[in-house]
C-alpha cells in the first residue's frame, strides 16, 4: 500500500444490470474510502444498491449482464481489472465477506470445520496439522461453545447464531485486512445482534482490520460505527462521523430515517416522539430520474428549486459530506422554520 493511502479506495464506481438490454445502475457513481482499523457503516432502505456495492467489492458478478466502472484501489490495484483468478486470491485472503443469511452461505454438503479449513487449504501453505488447530482456534475467537465438537457439525445440525458466528470464523481464517458485512445481524434476535456486534468490535480490535458494515438499522450503526455513509438509490448521500451523524444530520433522507427510527432514544437522542413514515418507495431502476436529486419526490413540499440540477457531494465541515443543496432549506411537513 502506497504511504498514506487508505486502506481501500473507491471511486466513482458504477455497477449497472442488464435488463432487456440496457443497463440501469444499481451503484451510481460511489466514492468512499476505509482506513485500517475503522468500522464503516453503510446504512439506507431496502434496494438502495448496499449488497450490490459490497458483491461489487469482493467481484462476485456476473461480468456477461453486469457492467462495471470506476475503481477500487486495493494495495495499488484496481480491483476492477483483475481476472477470476486474481480476484480469488484477494476474496477470502484479503477480503473477508460475512453474509446475512449464514445457511445459505455455507455447503450444507460440508462440516462447518471443514469449510473453515477449506479457506485455508486454498490460500494457505499449513499443513493439516496447523490447519485443524487454526480452525479450533477460530471457533473460539469467535466464541462457539465446545470448537471441537462443533466443528464435526454440519449446518442444518446448528443454530443460526452458531452458523453466524462459523460465518464469521470462515470470514476470518486468513486474516483479511478488510472485512465486509453484509446485514450480519439481521436474522439474529436482539440479544445475539448485540453479541455479534461486539465481536466484529473485538475482531477490529484484535486484527486492525477495516469493516464495512452493512445495515438498514440505524441502531446497529449507532452501536458499533466510527464513520458513516448513508446510501439512497444507487447514490451515498451523506457521509460523517457517526457522532456527527446523529447529532447534526443535514441531508433530507438521512433526517427522515433517524426519525423513523423505533427507538428515537437511542446514544444519541433524548426526546422520544412519534415514529416518522417516510412517503413512498425507493424507486426502481428504470424508474431512476436521470437528472436532479433523487429524493425530491418523496419530499414533495420542498420546491424543485431547492434541489441541484445535478447533485453533487458538498463538504459541510471536516468529514462531513452532504449531496444536492436541499438540507439547506429543508423542514418536515409542518414543522417550523
Ligand atoms: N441481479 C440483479 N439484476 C437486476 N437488478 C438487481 C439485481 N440485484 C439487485 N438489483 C436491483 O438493484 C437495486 C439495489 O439492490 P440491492 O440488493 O443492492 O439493495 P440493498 O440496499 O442491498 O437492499 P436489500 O437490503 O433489500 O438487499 C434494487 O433496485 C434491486 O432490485
Redesign the pocket.
Known amino acids: 500500500m502506497g504511504l498514506g493511502r487508505p486502506l481501500l479506495e473507491i471511486n466513482a464506481l458504477h455497477t449497472a ?1 442488464r ?1 432487456q438490454d440496457r443497463y ?1 445502475d ?2 451510481d457513481d460511489v466514492s468512499f474510502s476505509l482506513e485500517k482499523n475503522e468500522i464503516l457503516a453503510i446504512v ?10 459490497a458483491t461489487t467489492i469482493v467481484g462476485l458478478h456476473n461480468k456477461a ?2 457492467r462495471i466502472s470506476g475503481e477500487i484501489i486495493y494495495q495499488n490495484l484496481n480491483l476492477i481489472d483483475l481476472n477470476e483468478t486474481l480476484y480469488n486470491r484477494i476474496r477470502g485472503n484479503d477480503i473477508g465477506m460475512i453474509f446475512q443469511d449464514p445457511f445459505s452461505a455455507l455447503n450444507p454438503l460440508m462440516t462447518v470445520g471443514d469449510q473453515i479449513e477449506e479457506v485455508l487449504l486454498y490460500h494457505s501453505k499449513m499443513t493439516k496439522e496447523e490447519r485443524g488447530l487454526r480452525v479450533r482456534e477460530l471457533l473460539l475467537q469467535v466464541k462457539v461453545e465446545d470448537p471441537e465438537g462443533t466443528a464435526t457439525r454440519y449446518p442444518h445440525e446448528l443454530t443460526r447464531e452458531v452458523l453466524q458466528r462459523v460465518g464469521i470464523a470462515v470470514a476470518i481464517a486468513c486474516d483479511p485486512p478488510i472485512i465486509i458485512a ?2 450480519p445481524t439481521t436474522s439474529l434476535d436482539a440479544t445475539v445482534q448485540a453479541q455479534i456486534l461486539d465481536l466484529l468490535s473485538e475482531l477490529r480490535e484484535a486484527t486492525g482490520a477495516g469493516i464495512i458494515l ?1 445495515t ?1 438499522d440505524l441502531g446497529v450503526v449507532a452501536e458499533v460505527a466510527d464513520r458513516v455513509a448513508v ?1 439512497y438509490a ?1 447514490q451515498i448521500v451523506e457521509t460523517a462521523g457517526v457522532v456527527d451523524l446523529f447529532t447534526d444530520p443535514k441531508h433530507p433522507y438521512t433526517r427522515s430515517l433517524l426519525r423513523s427510527m423505533p427507538q428515537a432514544n437511542g446514544p444519541f437522542e433524548s426526546a422520544s416522539r412519534e415514529l416518522y413514515v417516510i412517503q413512498g418507495d ?1 424507486p ?2 428504470q424508474q431512476l430520474p436521470k437528472q436532479g436529486c433523487r429524493f425530491a419526490g418523496r419530499i414533495p413540499w420542498i420546491p424543485f428549486s431547492a434541489h441541484e440540477e445535478s447533485p453533487k457531494m458538498h463538504e459541510i465541515s471536516k468529514g462531513h459530506f452532504v449531496r444536492c443543496t436541499c438540507h439547506e432549506s429543508f423542514r418536515f411537513e409542518g414543522e417550523s422554520e
Open positions: 444490470f435488463m440501469f444499481a451503484v439506507g432502505e431496502s434496494g438502495c444498491g448496499k449488497s450490490t456495492l449482464n453486469t453484509d446485514e452493512i438498514h446510501m444507487g425507493v426502481s431502476l
